[in-house]
């Protein structure tokens, strides 16, 4: 592809014609001086040779007795002495030397806005789409030269964060939150400002072990990898915390256990018989796939579902010590930290097949039931919400009045959403979200609808609204005529007309993703930055398919990479996020079964430090470079580091200039890293890196 600006002259044949007339010019008025002299008679001294190919003066000495003119040259009579003719020499090289500069500059110039001017004219032309890759292309190396600009500057050895940050979560201070005099949960939400950014690198914990391999580390992790004391395991009081087992230096977990009386299999079993199903293996065939987990715990429910492919997505506030949030994750399952206190979840409407909530705390009675609003808008046609609370069952005798209030005002609003009561048994309540939506027209009292401007796809940073949402989507299907997983992930063309995407472009994007990853995987070994040449004979081993498990990716298109991770056969799961910065196919990739969220990668993602063994990114750089952004690369990348696990790895794709100046980047960072061409794709590689195991060092006693 041509780049915008040109390595030099541009326009060579009129720069030359131009300098050519220059020269004539001169020539013309040192004859015409050479006429005034000639009428003296006086015979010259010295003889003045300039070649124009050359750029220079040379002096040649004649006989006195003769007179000659050369073909270029000047003669210049014998009564001028050496110091004038100096002069002249110097005032004549200074002018060319000038008049040359103004021409060169003139002519870049030219050249740049022609470049410009050639890109907003065509926009309507034929050759639209190659001008448009120029201007592309023209941002990009603006961004190279502004970057690596700052190289020299930036080159100082990167500074480790304090002890403090390695466990926090940048823009999240409950404290300075209060002292600002945010409250009523406002506290607890996202506040990014210029003092949240961590330009430096979060060291391990100095008894940090990296994780055990999926499905182990399910059931065990190392308590040195968490903000965690013994106390607060065994105080754990709810459900899914009491599942824990403390032994030396690990926290084990158990579905079933003969200590306790209600174990996580009879809980799910218990939902699914709520619903009207034989066992929780039978929620696939119900028209369930994700679910939301308000208040998970530790996550043992979501861990119980995976195993009949339900996909849970844990979600708690952000807690310094004891998080669900990031043991959760370190078990290898979905979860991220939002609250919805104040505003909304960062999830369109209509987002999830079932919603659940066990002791989570929620105050659901408070607001006008501002937050019951909030799970309608996330829950799909035919969902269900299961609630399980000390003060669900308000029915029963010698109740708290607060807790009877708070059971009746639940079960109230619920009807005013069209939730239609299933069943409830002891502490569990289940609800079936009505799948028409025109229930809410012949209700006489309850939460308006929302207006269609109100009822948006992209939630991000939009405070709670009293109103019901999704009911003016496209995207209202029940759950129940969706395909049943795993068919889902493939939309049909109907579904995908909704998103305004062809199905050829759908399948040609799969088929595109499947090649990638059979490349991709085979890069995943330490190997490649091995310097030692491979034996003859041998071929590098295939990492295994567990080589990992948390997978983020940081532009995920239409979640096509994740389509291609489970067609491989790959243990893993993908936080699938989509920029703010680009368009929002997020809905289209929660319609596929998967789980995502939308987000400002100018701003600290939602989640705990070293939580992600895979971070990959496709057209991230490009995308954010041709934006005006409030925030650098450098930013980006330090992010990047906080999120991936040590020994995690990093691919990113992109043009082979973001993908040089990304290089230079990751140097600074410690990465292990390695450009790698692509065969199919001159215009792109790939850019592999691993971050090495750096642990804080314990303090000597």
């Not at 600002?180 to 003092?195: A, F």
């Not at 914990?205 to 395991?233: F, L, M």
């Not at 699938?576 to 100018?602: A, E, K, M, Q």
């Not at 005006?628 to 906080?642: G, I, K, L, T």
Request: one cysteine or more.
């Amino acid at each position: 592809m041509s780049r915008p600006l040109h390595r030099g002259f541009s326009g060579g044949g009129r720069l030359s014609g131009d300098f050519h007339d220059f020269l004539e010019d001169s020539q013309m008025k040192f004859k015409a001086e050479k006429e005034d002299f000639d009428k003296n008679r006086l015979s010259p001294d010295h003889r003045c040779s300039w070649n124009p190919f050359h750029f220079m003066f040379t002096y040649t000495t004649s006989s006195p007795s003769k007179q000659s003119v050369h073909e270029n040259g000047l003669v210049v009579p014998d009564t001028f002495s050496v110091v004038s003719s100096r002069k002249r020499y110097k005032l004549t090289l200074f002018l060319l030397k000038f008049s040359l500069f103004v021409t060169v500059f003139l002519a870049l110039m030219g050249s740049f806005w022609w470049t410009i001017s050639l890109t907003a004219a065509s926009r309507n032309q034929t050759f639209r789409g190659s001008y448009r890759r120029l201007q592309e292309q023209l941002v990009s190396d603006l961004w190279d030269i502004g970057e690596l600009s700052l190289g020299a500057s930036r080159t100082k050895e990167t500074e480790f964060c304090p002890i403090e940050c390695e466990n926090h979560i940048p823009c999240f201070n409950i404290s300075e939150n209060l002292e600002s005099g945010l409250t009523q949960g406002q506290q607890q939400d996202r506040h990014c400002g210029p003092t949240s950014k961590q330009n430096c690198l979060v060291l391990a914990p100095s008894g940090y072990k990296i994780p055990h391999r999926w499905p182990t580390g399910r059931d065990v992790i190392w308590i040195d990898n968490v903000k965690i004391n013994a106390q607060e395991v065994l105080s754990s009081g709810s459900l899914t915390k009491r599942m824990m087992l403390l032994d030396d230096d690990q926290i084990s977990f158990s579905f079933a256990s003969s200590m306790i009386d209600d174990s996580i299999e009879d809980y799910s079993h218990q939902i699914a018989e709520m619903i009207g199903l034989r066992n929780e293996s039978y929620l696939v065939q119900a028209g369930v796939r994700t679910v939301l987990d308000i208040g998970c715990g530790f996550g043992s429910l979501g861990a119980h579902f995976f195993q009949n492919h339900l996909l849970t997505m844990c979600i708690a506030n952000y807690e310094s010590s004891g998080s669900q949030v990031e043991i959760t994750l370190e078990r290898g399952l979905p979860a991220m930290v939002a609250s919805f206190t104040a505003k909304k979840l960062p999830f369109p409407s209509l987002s999830f097949d079932m919603v659940h909530s066990a002791w989570d705390g929620i105050a659901w009675n408070h607001k006008d039931g501002i937050h019951l609003i909030e799970v309608d808008r996330v829950l799909r046609p035919g969902g269900y919400f299961v609630w399980t609370s000390s003060v669900a069952n308000t029915r029963a005798s010698g109740r708290k009045k607060d807790s009877s209030n708070t059971g009746d005002f639940v079960r109230d609003f619920a009807k005013d959403l069209c939730w239609d009561l299933l069943s409830q048994q002891d502490k569990t309540v289940v609800w079936k979200k009505s799948s028409n939506k025109d229930c809410h027209a012949s209700r006489n009292h309850g939460p308006s609808v929302c207006k269609v401007g109100h009822d948006v796809e992209s939630p991000y940073y939009h405070p709670l609204e009293a109103c019901i949402g999704g009911t003016h989507s496209r995207r209202w299907i029940p759950i129940d005529e969706r395909p049943k997983w795993p068919a889902r992930a493939t939309l049909s063309s109907k579904e995908l007309a909704v998103h305004g995407v062809p199905f050829d472009d759908l399948i040609e994007d799969d088929l595109n993703w499947k090649s990638a990853v059979r490349n991709y995987w085979s890069l995943l070994s330490p190997l490649i930055f091995s310097d030692h040449p491979k034996r003859p004979g041998i071929e590098d081993p295939i990492p295994p398919y567990n080589m990992v498990r948390n997978v983020l990716d940081m532009n995920a298109h239409f979640g096509g990479f994740n389509s291609a991770l489970l067609g491989a056969g790959k243990s893993v799961w993908v936080m699938n996020v989509v920029p703010t910065s680009g368009p929002n196919h997020l809905p289209l990739i929660l319609d596929r079964g998967f789980v995502g969220v939308l987000h400002d990668w100018c701003e600290a993602f939602p989640t705990y430090p070293r939580t992600y063994d895979l971070v990959h990114a496709e057209g991230f750089l490009s995308l954010e470079t041709s934006k005006r952004r409030r925030c650098s690369m450098h930013d980006v990348f330090f992010e990047m580091d906080r999120l991936l696990r040590p020994e995690g790895w990093v691919i990113l794709r992109d043009t082979s200039s973001l993908i040089e100046a990304a290089r230079t980047i990751t140097t600074r960072l410690k990465w292990e890293a390695r450009v790698v061409e692509i065969e199919s794709n001159s215009d792109e590689k790939l850019l592999v890196c691993q971050k090495p195991l750096i642990r804080r060092q314990s303090n000597p006693s």
